[in-house]
């Protein structure tokens, strides 16, 4: 069973930048997608940015393009999502996500939260003026 645990939320001002970490325990396959999904107060989960392994590839919604940078640590399993330029509208909880091996690249670009298998605990991001 693999285990996801986040790290590095907090209360950040309008403009300012913040960095998620996700620690994984292992990973049985060497291709998967991992994500970082966020739900907001009475709003759906909906993903940020992912990484699917066997292409090296990432994506990016529209809403956080040029501002969220997605990256991989492989030595340490541990997933990152640098956050700059933060607005009030990125305040949500947010999830790192992983799937049980290989999805391919449409699900892992989709941001699926169905495709994915493995779930962390969430981590509050709040930005405020």
């Known amino acids: 069973q693999v285990q996801l645990v986040e790290s590095g939320g907090g209360s950040v001002q309008t403009g300012g930048s913040l960095r998620l970490s996700c620690s994984a325990s292992?990973?049985?396959?060497?291709?998967?997608?991992m994500g970082w999904f966020r739900q907001a107060p009475g709003k759906e989960r909906e993903g940020v940015a992912s990484f699917y392994t066997g292409t090296m590839t990432t994506w990016y919604a529209d809403s956080v393009k040029g501002r969220f940078t997605i990256s991989q640590d492989n030595a340490k399993n541990t997933l990152y999502l640098q956050m700059n330029t933060l607005k009030s509208e990125d305040t949500a909880v947010y999830y790192c996500a992983a799937s049980r091996g290989p999805i391919g690249t449409l699900a892992c670009r989709s941001f699926r939260p169905s495709a994915m298998s493995y779930w962390g605990q969430g981590t509050q991001v709040t930005v405020s003026s």
């Open positions: 292992e990973f049985t396959y060497s291709t998967f997608c």
